[in-house]
């Protein structure tokens, strides 16, 4: 690992990655120190990822992306570190662009930085699921948000703290992340990243995962006009 910020930790939440997370750990290790939090998996991940050099907190049974977040920032939080940078563990996300991450980071000291993905790249069903669910976010919570499902991210210490009262335990965690943070009065961030799509399994149930959205953006546009 090469020296870097020793405030901020590389968070990878992983459930069945064992075939992917070896270059995503090697590649996050050159910036930051990381730490893997295994969601229940059934095969070899948490032992890859410690052969990789990650620390690894295991969560049983599988509880979602949502805790498995959860428990990374309550472990972050603990030992100190003043932001977490998230990326997914199957290889969508290139650690070689953490630094645009840590570049703005120490220039604006957002506190949620998201990177935002060109959804042109997408495949079809992709790119509709995302264009149609950031409008509908956008409308939402009032103002343009460029790419809320996007799970590459650094996050400050105060929104982790924030963050934690969250009753989302699945992929809304991430959404919910966002509408906390403009309810707060704090900032939001973009950086451009590369939109990347290889072999890997999405863990999202299509049919529920757009339920889930809907309810959540119906519960969110209340809030927001209750404000």
Known sequence: ????????????PAHNEAGHITP??????????VLVVDDGSSDETARVASAAGAEVLRQT??????????????WALEQHFEAVLTLDADGQHDPEE????LEKWAQSRADLIIGAR???QMPLHRRLANTSGTWLFSWAVGRSI???QSGYRLISRRLMEASLASAHGGFEFEVDMIVICIQRGY???WVNIRTIYGDEKSHIQPLRHVQGFIRLALATRRLMREK
Do not use: C, H, Q, W
């Not at 599988?62 to 309550?74: I, P, S, V």
């Not at 953490?98 to 991450?101: D, G, S, V």
């Open 1 to 12: 690992m090469t020296s870097s910020p020793p405030s901020i930790l590389a968070l990878i």
């Open 24 to 33: 995503v750990i090697a590649g996050a290790r050159r910036y930051l120190p």
């Open 61 to 74: 049974p599988n509880l979602g992306k949502g805790e498995a977040l959860k428990t990374g920032f309550r």
């Open 98 to 101: 953490i630094p645009r991450f």
């Open 118 to 120: 060109d959804f042109r």
């Open 146 to 148: 460029r790419d809320n």
């Open 187 to 189: 900032r939001l961030d």
